[in-house]
T-cell receptor, first 112, second 113 residues
Framework: DTAVSQTPKYLVTQMGNDKSIKCEQN?????MYWYKQDSKKFLKIMFS???????INETVPNRFSPKSPDKAHLNLHINSLELGDSAVYFC???????????FGPGTRLTVT | QQQVKQSPQSLIVQKGGISIINCAYE??????FPWYQQFPGKGPALLIA?????SEKKEGRFTISFNKSAKQFSLHIMDSQPGDSATYFC????????????FGAGTTVTVRA
């Protein structure tokens, strides 16, 4: 009965590959997010979706593309992976933009 | 550019002591100030949050103090326990940018038994 789940938990891949991270929430929330946490633990928002509509799109390379097939899912697809993409990626959800955010367990992406 | 500056980067406190983490901001449009707690290998979890119409909020052993004129807020962990050992992040958001959370750099707290 995990509230926000992500798959996979670990992802090791080579430079230039394309990979996806999946996120699902079973809280009935309308808003979902992707965050990147770098090696120094700095957390930065990448995207947010509200009712499947893109609300926040930070200055993220366009190799990163979020996809929201429905309100319960927000996937992150990354093209042409680079070494600097190595980080932990967190999905989060909230009832709406101003409510408490619930974070998933994270996906540790390592690009070699 | 970091919109929320957090200090210290790390701190060590004895069991039963008080941990104090400070944050400062410049954007006066911020109107929501949460603190998140993150254990190793886990996602951040909301600990406590405050809005600028109050100067203090307490939940159990955790207290936020807010100084609107100084644009500073702090987290106090009273009677610190080894289970409190984690990384703590302050954050801030405003309605003018869709309540996007701007996080501080984090403080790693270690509570020694």
């Amino acid at each position: 009965d995990t509230a926000v789940s992500q798959t996979p938990k670990y992802l090791v891949t080579q430079m230039g590959n394309d990979k996806s991270i999946k996120c699902e929430q079973n809280l009935g929330h309308d808003t979902m997010y992707w965050y990147k946490q770098d090696s120094k633990k700095f957390l930065k928002i990448m995207f947010s979706y509200n009712n499947k509509e893109l609300i926040i799109n930070e200055t993220v390379p366009n190799r990163f593309s979020p996809k929201s097939p429905d309100k319960a899912h927000l996937n992150l697809h990354i093209n042409s992976l680079e070494l600097g993409d190595s980080a932990v990626y967190f999905c989060a959800s909230s009832q709406d933009l101003i409510k408490k955010q619930y974070f998933g367990p994270g996906t540790r992406l390592t690009v070699t | 550019q970091q919109q929320v500056k957090q200090s210290p980067q790390s701190l060590i406190v004895q069991k039963g002591g008080i941990s104090i983490i400070n944050c400062a901001y410049e954007n006066t449009a911020f109107d929501y100030f949460p603190w998140y707690q993150q254990f190793p290998g886990k996602g951040p979890a909301l600990l406590i949050a405050i809005r600028p119409d109050v100067s203090e909020k307490k939940e159990g052993r955790f207290t936020i103090s807010f100084n609107k004129s100084a644009k500073q807020f702090s987290l106090h962990i009273m009677d610190s326990q080894p289970g409190d050992s984690a990384t703590y992040f302050c954050a801030a958001s405003s309605p003018s940018n869709d309540y996007k959370l701007s996080f501080g750099a984090g403080t790693t707290v270690t509570v020694r038994a």
